[in-house]
């Protein structure tokens, strides 16, 4: 998905949008079982739009968040993963980029959540060709992106004469692959 730095300030609408067409499983880590936290409600956002969730953390290790296997650390997660999602703080940011580069294979997205960012630790990802994104949100971008965060009010900056394309069944649940986009 890329590796090249990237202005951390600004990011530009075609690049999340191939980081959300791309990514097929997101390691969540800060993942919560509190139906009330920030990060249980972006699970089952991004669940419910086809995404394999992979619940990341050690203190529910072993059970289970909206059906999926909740993991101590990203090593134990079988198989690869395209993203990481990070919904921890600032400071934790950067050893968990670099348990993410541990990984083999690498990850090719690190995804820190809203008021998460560490340059530190997107150099080093992106020193390794791994994509960074921080201070983001894949649900609100997805949303924007789709055209789905405009039915609550809130502009999404997007103008288009395109219909939305409808993500398959359910009640507003658009997807973000308009044509032409």
């Not at 075609?14 to 990060?39: F, H, M, Q, T, W």
């Not at 809130?154 to 997807?175: D, E, H, V």
């Amino acid at each position: 998905m890329g590796c090249r730095t990237l202005n951390h300030d600004s990011y530009d609408d075609a690049l999340i949008r191939r980081i959300l067409r791309e990514a097929k499983r997101i390691a969540l880590v800060g993942a919560s079982a509190n139906e009330a936290r920030p990060s249980w409600i972006v699970t089952k956002y991004l669940l419910a739009r086809g995404y394999d969730v992979v619940p990341i953390n050690p203190g529910l290790a072993g059970q289970t968040i909206l059906g999926k296997t909740v993991y101590a650390a990203l090593k134990e997660v079988p198989g690869p993963i395209d993203m990481v999602e990070i919904f921890r703080n600032s400071e934790a940011a950067g050893p968990i980029t670099d348990e993410a580069l541990a990984l083999d294979p690498l990850p090719k997205v690190i995804w820190m959540q809203l008021s998460v960012r560490n340059d530190e630790a997107a150099a080093r990802a992106e020193a390794k060709g791994v994509t960074v994104i921080m201070n983001r949100c894949p649900k609100i971008e997805y949303g924007r992106l789709s055209g789905e965060i405009g039915w609550q009010g809130i502009n999404s900056r997007i103008l288009s004469s395109k219909k939305p394309a409808l993500a398959g069944k359910g009640f507003q649940k658009l997807t973000i692959d308009r044509p032409g986009t």
